[in-house]
């Protein structure tokens, strides 16, 4: 392999490299919350959108916060009458180019090990772990069940 070809195979790859990398500022999340959890509860769960609206795939892998000792990504679904949940252990995929939403019997954020009492009205603030565009903050609003699906979080710290 001469040097000149090392150099070009070396550019090609690194743009390559660059195409398919996402950030923070490809992904638009709203609409979340937080489901106030029934009283003396080890769980809760937190819903948002997410739009992906750079050209890579990425990945929700899960997150951290200070009202539970672990986030993880979780899918709710029926099948044949019977209802399951299970941890996504890669994430869940991201296309470019599309919305996905994380809601009450479906995908979802599990909080586990609640830390303290989550009252409606509180601000949770979460950070996710996105596997290209790295942590995202978002500020969710706690709601009783009944009050779900209302918009309100802030990410980033701006409305």
Known sequence: MTPTFRIVAGAVLALCSFSVAA?????????????VPPKGARTGAAYLTIRNQGAAEDRLMGGATSVASTVEVHEMK?????MSM???????????????ELKPGGYHLMLIGLTGVIAAGDDVVLTLHFAKAGDVTVHLPAKDAAAGGMGGMTQGGAQ
Request: charged content about 20%; overall charge negative; proline content about 6%.
């Open 86 to 100: 299970r941890a996504l252990e890669n994430g869940l995929a991201l296309p470019p180019g599309a919305q996905t």
């Open 23 to 35: 950030s923070a500022a490809d992904l638009s999340i709203h609409d979340g919350w937080v489901r």
């Open 78 to 82: 029926v099948e044949k009458g019977v």
